[in-house]
């Protein structure tokens, strides 16, 4: 498995964060942890999503070429629609960061680790998602 993503690893990620939800929700470090301390990483109750590629390079979206990696959902077991199964989702994110990893490639799966953060206690605008880790196989 390849991991081509690991936030653990990041310097200094959430001080910008942080400072954001203390100025707009100040209550909300009340009763969670600061993002990023050792702490916030205890408590957090990561999702993983499951995929494969399939598309890397340019794309005519909207009648301009981007630069993105396709990606079908796939369920825990990796299995995507099959024949007679409901049609799994694509979609496609920008090719930039780690996504240009030369690991990166048709056909490998993907595993995503992520997790929602949500200062107002709702899902809403303020809602915000975080990439935690990102694994290919």
């Known amino acids: 498995m390849d991991i ?3 936030l653990k690893e990041e310097a200094d990620w ?3 964060l942080n400072k954001d939800i203390e100025q707009t929700f100040p209550e909300y470090f009340l009763s969670n942890p600061k993002l990023g301390t050792p702490e916030w990483w205890n408590s ?4 993983t999503s499951y995929g494969r590629i399939t598309h890397v ?5 909207e009648g301009e070429l981007v630069d993105v990696v396709v990606i079908q959902q796939l369920d825990e077991e990796l ?3 099959g024949v007679y ?3 799994q989702q694509e979609y496609s994110v920008a090719r930039d960061d780690y996504w240009l990893n030369e690991a990166v490639r048709v056909d490998r799966l ?3 680790k992520s997790v929602v953060v949500y ?5 809403d605008e303020h809602a915000i998602y975080i990439e935690t880790q990102v694994a290919l196989k």
């Open 57 to 61: 390079g340019e794309y005519l979206e």
């Open 79 to 81: 299995n995507d629609d």
């Open 44 to 47: 957090i109750d990561e999702d």
């Open 119 to 123: 200062p107002s206690g709702e899902l």
């Open 14 to 16: 959430a001080s910008e």
């Open 110 to 112: 993907t595993f995503i």
């Open 4 to 6: 081509i993503f690991n």
């Open 85 to 87: 199964g409901i049609p």
